[in-house]
């Protein structure tokens, strides 16, 4: 199946998120294999969000995160619950964003050209199933306009898969 994606990402943070929701249902429509869907939800959102390097997926896999599909440089394989913005996100169940990563207590820099994030859990059912992670490499990049639309797209995501 051909699927073209044609976004506009200079419009309006809202606007922009919820395209990405709706185009990220369809991506996932009729598809039952989990690591095909990240795959394209991770690259989907890489080449529609501008500046960031890095758009993935961490996935709950024996009490630790492990990283799944993503665009943008070598990750770290394995993050604990509570450890970084990953972890502990992950452990709140809540989002995270971060406008300076080097302040936050025990980042893990995977990518030593990251300087914001934006992590925020998948939860199916009230079932941790992992975490969408985005950085940046400008500070202060992600805000909550941001925060708000990625919830929506992870939110789509889930509800599809």
Not at 68 to 74: A, H, L, M, V
Not at 92 to 118: Q, Y
Not at 134 to 139: H, K, Q, V
């Amino acid at each position: 199946m051909e699927f073209e994606v044609n976004i506009d990402a200079t419009q309006p943070k809202p606007a922009l998120y919820a395209e990405l929701a709706q185009v990220v249902r369809a991506l996932v429509h009729d598809e039952p294999d989990l690591i095909a869907n990240l795959a394209n939800a991770s690259a989907l959102l890489f080449q529609s969000l501008h500046d960031v390097n890095w758009v993935g997926f961490y996935l709950l896999k024996g009490g630790e995160l492990v990283v799944g599909p993503f665009q943008g440089q070598i990750a770290c394989v394995r993050i604990a619950l509570g450890k970084g913005v990953c972890g502990t996100a992950a452990q709140r169940r809540e989002p995270i964003v971060v406008p300076n990563v080097h302040e936050f207590p025990g980042h893990i820099a995977c990518d030593g050209d990251s300087n914001s994030e934006i992590v925020v859990p998948m939860v199916r059912g009230g079932k941790l199933l992992g975490v969408l992670d985005i950085d940046s490499p400008s500070f202060g990049r992600f805000d909550a306009e941001d925060r708000a639309g990625l919830e929506g797209f992870v939110t789509a995501l889930v509800e599809a898969l």
